[in-house]
């Protein structure tokens, strides 16, 4: 047996909120399934969840806990679309696979509520929109076109002028923003460990503090071994994104894993929250460096961005943030900031998320480019239907060969200059 490290969930206010975890056991026989899944995250439990929901014996092997990564410290925001606007979209892969994209990422919201609903996941889940808000003239112009481009395809949004914007979110920092209706948010722990539930009562075996050590191919079948015990499987798929490793030759270097924090205030008043945001939607900035924030149903706000490229536990490692959040609402001063927290994300080149088919048998989804709350979750759908023998069609993204990045090993310097040199330009206001 080979010795494992079990790792605590970072300190999260999620870890200290959220429903209990469903049993999930190390694996400690070996078995057979249909396909394994490697990683337990909205990617490997929602495609375990639709498997089983067909009648396809599905296996999750999860190195720590369901949620442990990026998919239960999140935002919690269920965001419609990709990074790219749909006009972008449709020039870059045509109008077919192009036009599948675009309607495929906007309904993301809508098929996350819709899994929550149908299996009763207690999750805190609300759909009140989400807000992407500009705070220079230059990023006006590019959500006000993203408005029109969606208005031109019927989609539910708005565009907001300076006045509407400020009284949804009480501060006059923005000077425009697109409302998107089907947006909203979750607890994204409660929603992981729902998954894991839903996916369990449907038939799926959903293993923790299982990591995967290797895969090998051999009489037509692969062999997942993991530190008690192997997996015998027609299929696997690979859903480890930010936290891919050295399992599948140079996946790990497709993508750049990057850290994202969060902080979380303690309970604030009603008068306070309100102020703030008194229809609750979520709101992402377009900016040089994203920041997003919400109010959660238990009043708390919710700030997160860019921080240190290491585990953080101190809202004081992040305190740009909580500086900020003084900015924009002087309301909040006295406020205590109780958690703070992070956890990998994965970026890609090209800023799409990446679907591979890397071997026989084989998938890979990952690259989610901090966006994978209700991409992953309805990706994972797309994926089981695949995994069952679907055609090429059945994912609205396309199939690609896996690209490494050039010059992998320095990736973690640029992204931490990116970070520097974007907060040094919004602070310029450039
Ligand atoms: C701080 C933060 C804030 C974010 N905010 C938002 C947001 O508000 N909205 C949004 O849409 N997106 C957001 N994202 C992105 C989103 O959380 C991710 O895109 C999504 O959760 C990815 O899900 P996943 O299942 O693909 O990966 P993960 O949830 O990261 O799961 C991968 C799992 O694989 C496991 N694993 C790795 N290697 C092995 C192995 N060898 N064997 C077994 N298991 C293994 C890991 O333990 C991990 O649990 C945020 C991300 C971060 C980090």
């Known amino acids: 047996m080979t010795d494992h490290k079990v790792l605590p969930l970072p300190p999260s206010l999620y870890a200290d909120t959220a429903v209990p975890p469903a049993t999930t056991p190390p694996l400690d026989s070996d078995r057979t399934a249909s396909v394994a899944i490697i990683g337990g995250g909205f990617t490997g439990l929602s495609t375990a969840l639709h498997l089983a929901e067909q009648g396809v014996e599905a296996v999750v092997l999860e190195a720590q806990q369901p949620g442990w990564g990026a998919s239960g410290n999140n935002g919690g925001q269920l965001n419609p679309g990709l990074k790219f606007d749909p006009d972008t979209i449709e020039a870059t892969f045509g109008p077919d696979l192009g036009g599948r994209m675009i309607a495929f990422a906007y309904d993301t919201p809508n098929v996350a509520h819709d899994i929550i609903r149908r299996h009763g996941i207690a999750c805190e889940a609300r759909q009140n929109g989400t807000l992407r808000a500009a705070y220079h003239s230059k ?68 293993h923790g503090q299982t990591p995967v050590l290797s895969v090998r191919r051999d009489s037509g079948r692969w062999h997942v071994q993991t530190p008690r015990a192997t997996v015998h499987a027609d299929k696997i798929l690979i859903a480890t994104n930010g936290f891919t490793d050295d399992l599948w030759p140079d996946l790990r270097r497709t993508i750049v894993p990057v850290f994202s924090a969060i902080t979380a205030t303690e309970p604030l008043p009603d008068a306070v929250a309100r102020a703030i945001m008194p229809t609750r939607p979520v709101l992402y900035e377009s900016g040089n460096i994203t920041v997003y924030y919400r109010i959660d149903s238990g009043n708390r706000l919710l700030m997160g961005g860019r921080g240190p490229m290491r585990p953080i536990r101190d809202a004081a490692e992040i305190s740009y943030l909580t500086r900020y959040a003084a900015r924009l609402w002087p309301t909040l001063s006295g406020i205590r900031w109780t958690h703070a927290w992070n956890s990998q994300l994965a970026m890609t080149a090209d800023h799409y998320p990446h679907v591979h088919e890397p071997g026989p048998g084989v998938l890979a989804y990952l690259g989610c480019n901090g966006r994978g709350v209700a991409l992953a979750s309805s990706m994972g759908r797309q994926l089981a239907r695949r995994l069952i023998g679907g055609d090429s069609a059945t994912i609205d993204l396309p199939i690609t060969t896996p690209k490494t990045i050039a010059l992998h090993a320095l990736w973690p310097v640029a992204v931490k200059s990116v970070v520097v040199w974007g907060r040094l330009r919004d602070r310029l206001g450039l």
């Open 139 to 206: 990023s006006a112009a590019g959500v006000e076109s993203t408005a029109q481009q969606c208005l031109r395809r019927g989609m539910p949004v708005e565009f907001l002028d300076r006045d509407t914007i400020q009284r949804m979110t009480g501060t006059d920092r923005y000077v425009a923003a697109m409302l998107d209706r089907r947006g909203g948010d979750v607890h994204p722990l409660s929603y992981a460990r729902g998954l894991a539930q839903a996916a369990i009562k449907a038939g799926a075996a959903v």
